[in-house]
T-cell receptor, first 112, second 112 residues
Framework: DAGITQSPRHKVTETGTPVTLRCHQTENHRYMYWYRQDPGHGLRLIHY???????DKGEVSDGYSVSRSKTEDFLLTLESATSSQTSVYFC???????????FGPGTRLTVT | DQQVKQNSPSLSVQEGRISILNCDYTNSMFDYFLWYKKYPAEGPTFLISISSIKDKNEDGRFTVFLNKSAKHLSLHIVPSQPGDSAVYFCAARLDSNYQLIWGAGTKLIIKP
């Protein structure tokens, strides 16, 4: 498995506060993804990156921004958290050679 | 509009018997399909995949079948073991697209 870590693993924050989640990988994979998982919806793509400084929007990108200044780090920022962003967030990576994505352990975010 | 559907939220199977998990899709442009397994509080892990040019792929106890005319794929687990109890997601890839489209998942429970 790819070495993928996410921090923090759990976070509780208040509505209106900014939040940044970090994904760190040690495998030098080119592609990185941020998903959210909610009951009944499976995994929904928020943003993805296909290289350093190259990012694009996914299916549910409203209210989120991302940055990738280094190959190993992909940051997800909620500029002003809302209760609808309470979810479990997963980071994933992929090499360019295969389609399989490798996932981090997830971050459980609660917005009160 | 869900392009990948897993219509059974849960499935209960006796240990040692066959588990069959189903997935339907609507987009005929999908060219690659993947199955992932997810335990609680962990990220999804890749299980098995199949290209749209094939109709079957086998890996140990796991076999994936693809019926393109019916836009249907299934994952067979034989024999089922207690450690197979998890949520299973199917995902599909669009040609020349970096994204995977995910089903909502099926919770498999293996009874002793």
């Amino acid at each position: 498995d790819a070495g993928i870590t996410q921090s923090p693993r759990h976070k509780v924050t208040e509505t209106g506060t900014p939040v940044t989640l970090r994904c760190h990988q040690t495998e030098n994979h080119r592609y990185m993804y941020w998903y959210r998982q909610d009951p009944g919806h499976g995994l929904r793509l928020i943003h993805y990156s296909y290289g350093v400084k190259d990012t694009d929007k996914g299916e549910v990108s409203d209210g989120y921004s991302v940055s990738r200044s280094k190959t190993e780090d992909f940051l997800l920022t909620l500029e002003s958290a809302t209760s609808s962003q309470t979810s479990v967030y997963f980071c994933a990576t992929r090499t360019g050679a295969t389609y399989e994505q490798y996932f981090g352990p997830g971050t459980r975010l609660t917005v009160t | 509009d869900q392009q990948v559907k897993q219509n059974s939220p849960s499935l209960s199977v006796q240990e040692g018997r066959i588990s069959i998990l189903n997935c339907d899709y609507t987009n005929s442009m999908f060219d690659y399909f993947l199955w992932y397994k997810k335990y609680p509080a962990e990220g999804p892990t890749f299980l098995i995949s199949i290209s749209s040019i094939k109709d079957k792929n086998e890996d140990g106890r796991f076999t994936v079948f693809l019926n393109k005319s019916a836009k249907h794929l299934s994952l067979h687990i034989v024999p089922s073991q207690p450690g197979d109890s998890a949520v299973y997601f199917c995902a599909a890839r669009l040609d020349s697209n970096y994204q995977l489209i995910w089903g909502a998942g099926t919770k498999l429970i293996i009874k002793p």
